[in-house]
């Protein structure tokens, strides 16, 4: 590992000190979350870099400081946008196109998939109506047109999965490899 890349350390930092905070109204807290759905690609034998992007996936919600489940409270944090603004400098767009488009992934199968719907869990159905329900026709078109939208609905697949009370994962530092193969040279 090259820890000395202070990117790095900063991305593990924010896992390990910023990410205690229960994920939504789910059981566990976004440390757990972000490992279950790194795990969950590293299984499916996804690409590293999707792998990296399902660790990092809600890492907006560790840059910021509005509290642990704002959508409760009727804010839309739009944490997939301040998450995409954070790694963009640091990453390619097979890493931060799937972190951006996470949540119009869940519109997208929303309006693409009937069943979508119904398999929600309650944060998600809550979050869904303040980020703008189902995608339109129109919209469907313009999430389609992103190269990199078939990898924002797979890890939309692995965020909703990845919320399981007491499930054991590798560590933070298992993953971290895919980050540092994935982070771009400085
Ligand atoms: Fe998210
Ligand atoms: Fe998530």
Known sequence: MTQTDPRLAE?????????????????INQRQHALQAAWLAERMG????LIAAALLHDIGHMVHDLGDNPAEAGVDDQHEALGYEYL???????VT????????AKRYLCAKEPDYFAKLSP????????QGGPMSPEEIAEFEAVPQ???AVQLRRFDEQAKVKGLETPPAAHFM??????????
């Open 11 to 27: 991305i593990a930092d924010l896992i390990e000190f910023k990410a205690g905070g229960q994920y939504g109204l789910a059981a």
């Open 46 to 49: 996804c690409p590293e870099s």
């Open 88 to 94: 963009a400098g640091m990453f390619g767009p097979d």
């Open 97 to 104: 196109e799937p972190v951006r488009l996470h949540v119009a």
């Open 123 to 130: 944060d998600s159905v809550l979050s869904l109506s303040l």
């Open 149 to 151: 939208y078939r990898e």
């Open 177 to 186: 490899q895919y980050v540092e193969r994935s982070i771009l040279p400085t």
